[in-house]
């Protein structure tokens, strides 16, 4: 058994004095005590749940659209260190044969459970979107709604959680929801959508929104846009990606204020994370990084080099959030996005061992993934 001993987040709060006990692959017992055990080993930072990304493409030069196991094990494993202990692995508009791969070998790789961060589900950020809307997306892979080529991807892992980034102002996007909403979190997103027909979608069962704020229409004060309905949704949860390039430090606050327990932070990172400065590929084009920031030569904003990390650091020292009311965002919200806040998320007796201490500066000091240390 592992017994670590400090401050650590339970129940939506930084406590001291509490011993979290390990063993693998689960959490056997969180709790208060005026004196630790003599085999404790005492944490000088923070002992937080391991981070959750519903948004992730790659890092290290790797990509999940690259269809080889390797490179998902090296987006998995380098995750991980940067304390995200859970993720869907995201894919991109691409051509059905490589889409199909992708999703055929991701689904081999997560049976197989290896190390690093666990894949709790899949995202199709695409190929249901808008091209008006595309971002850095291929727009020669944009194509409308198939039941039937959904259906086989799904096929290929019915046991995971997936996610699917559509257009709902795009034809046959009511029917897409109606057929599969038992199966699939729709999420609006790459959309030049009305106000009105954002609406719709909630209506018709769709329940998030792909990266807040990015290629979505935005909020004025006489025409809401696609933010205007996600700010006033009752239930839908969002996505921040939290880098302050993609959105405005103020904005982060705003959003995080506006909407309480909604919000879930994700990187949208590409295979230059954890990279330096260069010229790397997304699908079929080539992405510029440079400060950090990956671009089109256009410009346009291509994802991210962000970490699970960093995001939550932001949070607080960019918007100035306090870091109790940032953590959800980071690990609690998003379980329940995946599906899995029955066993992860959370510090508590019976959840997967997956725990982070994070230093007062925001670094990983260690990371445990269903107990086995990172």
């Known amino acids: 058994m592992i017994k670590l001993f400090g401050r650590a987040f339970v129940d939506d709060q930084i406590r001291d004095d509490v011993?979290?006990?390990?063993?693998?692959?689960q959490i056997v017992d969180v709790r208060v005590v005026a004196r630790p055990p003599a085999d404790a080993e005492r944490i000088a930072g923070v002992i937080v749940p391991g981070f959750i990304d519903v948004h992730v493409h790659g890092a290290a030069g790797a990509d999940f659209m690259d269809g080889d196991a390797a490179a998902i094990a090296c987006v998995l494993a380098f995750h991980a260190t940067e304390g995200t202990t859970a993720l869907a692995a995201t894919t991109l508009s691409a051509s059905r044969g490589d889409l199909h791969a992708a999703v055929d070998v991701l689904a081999r790789v997560?049976?197989?459970?290896?190390r690093g961060a666990e894949i709790c589900g899949i995202h199709l950020e695409g190929p249901y979107i808008?091209?008006?809307a595309a971002?850095?997306?291929?727009?020669t892979s944009i194509r409308p709604s198939d039941l039937h080529e959904l259906a086989a991807l799904i096929s290929l892992a019915p046991e995971r959680r997936w996610i699917v980034t559509f257009a709902p102002e795009l034809a046959h996007a009511e029917e897409l929801i109606e057929q599969f909403r038992d199966r699939v979190?729709?999420?609006i997103g790459h959309t030049a959508a009305t106000h009105a027909e954002a609406v719709a979608a909630l209506e018709w069962g769709a329940a998030h929104f792909t990266h807040l704020f990015n290629a979505m229409t935005g909020l004025h004060h006489r025409d809401p846009g696609v933010v205007g309905a996600a700010l006033t949704s009752v239930g839908a949860t969002v996505e921040l990606i939290a880098d302050g390039i993609h959105v405005h430090p103020a904005v982060l606050r705003i959003a995080a204020q506006a909407m309480p327990h909604r919000v879930a932070l994700v990187t949208d990172a590409v295979r230059a994370c954890g990279m330096p400065d260069g010229t790397y590929k997304l699908y079929d084009s080539?992405?510029?990084v440079s400060g950090g920031a990956a671009r089109l030569a256009n410009g346009a904003l291509a994802g991210s080099t962000l970490t699970m990390r960093r995001a939550v650091q932001n949070m607080v020292e960019l918007a100035?959030?306090?870091l109790e009311t940032v953590l959800p965002m980071a690990t609690e919200v998003p379980a329940r996005i995946l599906g899995v806040d029955n066993r992860k998320g959370r510090l508590d007796a019976g959840y997967d061992a997956d725990v982070v201490v994070l230093s007062e500066k925001f670094d990983i000091e260690q990371v445990w993934v269903r107990g086995e240390r990172g």
Do not use: C, E, H, M
């Open 286 to 288: 080539d992405i510029i």
């Open 185 to 187: 979190l729709f999420s």
């Open 110 to 114: 997560a049976r197989a459970s290896p």
């Open 19 to 25: 011993l979290v006990t390990l063993d693998v692959p």
């Open 320 to 322: 100035g959030l306090p």
């Open 130 to 132: 808008n091209v008006q």
């Open 135 to 139: 971002g850095a997306q291929d727009a």
